[in-house]
């Protein structure tokens, strides 16, 4: 069986994204990761796939497999390659279209400069949604947020934990290109008291409208980009007295912009989508 597939990625965060309304999709978890393989497969952090709605208010359902073969329930940078997918295929005639994802509803609308704005919802901050089990862990308040104190290596490191429809753990450092980021991502991603994983992040204040980002991605390991990521940096930031709205995040993969103004209000992302290559890849060649 011949799959066909498109590649494409947001701000470095690299993607294949198939249809998966017009053609079947059955595959193992092991298929998953040999697509994701970069010397065995086609090559992505994530792969993004397109189907039906299964309700009467939204226009598609979307589905996100990490490099790992585990289904995860949201990706920003994603969702923004999603509605460029399905606008340049005539899947849909929309500008702005609605999204179901493994925990709610989203809003992508595609501007005329060939951005995208991503309407990610209000940011989830009650530990146990995120889910995050501080008991037992030290806290301290910064501004509007608490912070909680987990042993990595050595050191306590100080974060905040964010849902933005996935978990995400973010601390403050001095200069995020001297982090160890590769050292202490793994030991935060399996930390204990995430008892689905996490995503951290790890956020450099420039000023109060700019910071440098790296992620650590669940299932992934380090991406160019994470918009989930950046979208909970700033969150996390802005209720530490840290930014103010909007803030430019930049990643190694690119820039995002991020908007927030507030408890109960959405987050609102915009940043670049690009179709990289098209093609087709024999099923039967990967692992079954």
């Known amino acids: 069986m011949k799959l066909q597939f498109t590649k494409m990625h947001g701000a470095g965060n690299d993607f294949i994204v198939l249809d998966g309304i017009n053609q079947q999709l059955d595959l193992t978890d092991a298929q998953w990761r040999a697509l ?59 500008r702005s279209v609605r999204v179901e994802v493994m925990n709610g509803v989203i ?9 995208v704005t991503v309407d990610m919802g209000a940011p989830e901050l009650t530990p146990a949604r995120v889910p995050f089990v501080p008991e037992g862990l030290p806290t301290r308040v910064e501004g509007d947020d608490t912070l909680y104190g987990l042993e990595i290596n050595g050191r306590t490191e100080w974060i905040s934990a964010v849902s933005m429809g996935n978990p995400h753990a973010v601390q403050v450092v001095d200069d995020v290109e001297q982090f160890p980021v590769l050292q202490d991502g793994p030991v935060i991603e399996h930390h204990k008291s995430f008892p689905n994983r996490v995503n951290a992040g790890f956020m450099q204040v420039v000023d109060r409208h700019a910071v440098n980002l790296r992620v650590f991605e669940r299932g992934a390991g380090e991406t160019l980009a994470c918009g989930t990521g950046a979208c909970a940096a700033v969150v996390a930031g802005i209720r530490r007295g840290l930014l103010d709205s909007p803030v430019k995040v930049r990643t190694h993969g ?25 093609g087709s890849i024999d099923l039967a060649a990967l692992p079954a």
């Open 107 to 115: 809003t992508l609308t595609l501007q005329d400069d060939g951005q």
């Open 36 to 94: 994701a393989s970069r010397h065995f497969g086609i090559g992505a952090d994530q792969i993004l796939i397109v189907e039906k709605s299964t309700r009467d208010d939204v226009d598609f359902r979307y589905r996100i497999f990490n490099s790992d073969g585990g289904e995860v329930e949201h990706c920003g940078n994603g969702a923004r390659c999603f509605v460029r997918f399905v606008t340049d295929k005539g899947m849909t005639d929309k």
């Open 254 to 278: 690119g820039d995002l912009s991020i908007a927030w103004q507030g408890e109960g209000q959405s987050v609102q992302m915009t940043g670049p989508a690009t179709t990289v290559f098209e």
